[in-house]
């Protein structure tokens, strides 16, 4: 299909053909709808058509959308990219890493964003084809990149400081129920715990078939089939759905928290994460994540060629919030008094 073509079967010039595909304003709307439909009954739309869409736009890859783990980083990157005047594309890779990297083809060969948002690290970036490929942060891992920025949250930080408050509290026993999408959480806290001078006990280290408040009560009925003696006087949840079906599935053994076991959440989401009491927990960051997110994107956005994703590690320091789930542990058991709030 040629322009005079096209001009023949909407029967108007070929200037004004030429001025409605590029965008000018000297053609009304309605001579512009009537050239676009003439083009689209013909199928030749898309070989005219090329007006640049006038705002950044960022797609963001994330692994799941059934967690407000994950809801809370989206609402936050659409806050901050609607701050930014961008417009957010999503979607979602299912914790797959192959597929996470079909999607990245996608928008880099093919979609061609200006920027590209990962939450969750899977490794080496696959090659962005193109002269000039989009900015590229991704957030989570701790590894500095290669490209690209990389925003990171020092939850081990924090969780260094909450396994410190335990042992000092008195406690040994301290078990960790997650699951399959976490796995590595259970190698990281069995590190922390040999630096401070704990020893992990594998039989209190769970990785339950589970997911979310499911895997919090399957790790409590797995601890309590342990010998009295065995069982732990203090158990780390994964994240913030578990650490829920832990406090539930020791509630309704009639266990008392902090009482007779004290709860620590590696994050802080679903706020709240029980609805009696401040759980004792390492907050999430999200917030502070997105922001840094936002920054280095501003600062990248604008910018041309290699310096666009020129290699950058942005860490958000990580805390423990000592909440009333923790108790202090003592030879004769617990000593019913809480640790004082931070």
């Known amino acids: 299909m040629t322009l005079t073509k096209l001009a023949q079967l909407a029967n108007v010039s070929v200037s004004v053909v030429s001025k409605a595909f590029s965008g000018r304003e000297d053609v009304s709307d309605a001579m512009r709808e009537h050239v676009f439909a003439v083009a689209r009954a013909h199928g030749c739309f898309n070989q005219f058509y090329h007006v640049p869409y006038d705002r950044p736009v960022v797609a963001v890859i994330i692994p799941e959308v059934i967690s407000q783990f994950y809801i809370h980083y989206m609402e936050a990157l659409k806050a901050g990219l609607e701050a930014a005047g961008c417009t957010m594309l999503l979607s979602i890779s299912n914790f797959d890493p192959q597929m996470r990297d079909e999607l990245v083809r996608y928008y880099t060969a093919h979609g061609k964003v200006d920027a590209l948002i990962l939450l969750g690290s899977f490794g080496a970036m696959p090659p962005c084809p193109g ?8 957030i989570g891992g701790g590894v500095a990149p290669v490209i690209g920025c990389r925003i990171s949250h020092a939850m081990p930080d924090g969780l260094r400081e909450a396994l410190r408050c335990l042992r000092d509290a008195g406690h040994r026993r301290i078990a960790y129920v997650g699951e399959a999408f976490i796995e590595s959480k259970a190698a990281r806290m069995a590190a922390i715990m040999h630096e401070l001078g704990l020893e992990p006990d594998p039989a209190l280290m769970i990785c339950s078939r ?97 310096a666009r994703n020129a290699a950058e590690h942005v860490v958000i320091p990580g805390a423990f919030f000592r909440g009333e789930t923790v108790g202090i542990w003592c030879a004769r058991g617990v000593i019913c008094a809480e640790l004082p709030a931070k």
């Open 210 to 306: 589970y997911r979310f408040a499911q895997a919090g009560a399957d790790g409590v009925e797995r601890l309590w089939q342990l010998p009295e003696a065995a069982r732990p006087t203090a158990i780390v949840g994964g994240y913030g759905y578990i650490t829920q079906g832990i406090l539930a599935a020791l509630g309704g053994r009639g266990i008392d928290v902090p009482g007779e076991v004290s709860v620590v959440s590696m994050d802080s989401d679903p706020d709240p994460l029980d609805g009696a009491r401040q759980v004792s927990c390492i907050p999430s960051g999200i917030d502070a994540i997105c922001a840094a997110a936002m920054a280095a994107l501003r600062a990248r956005l604008p910018l041309a060629g290699e």
């Open 131 to 138: 002269d000039r490929p989009p900015v590229l942060i991704e």
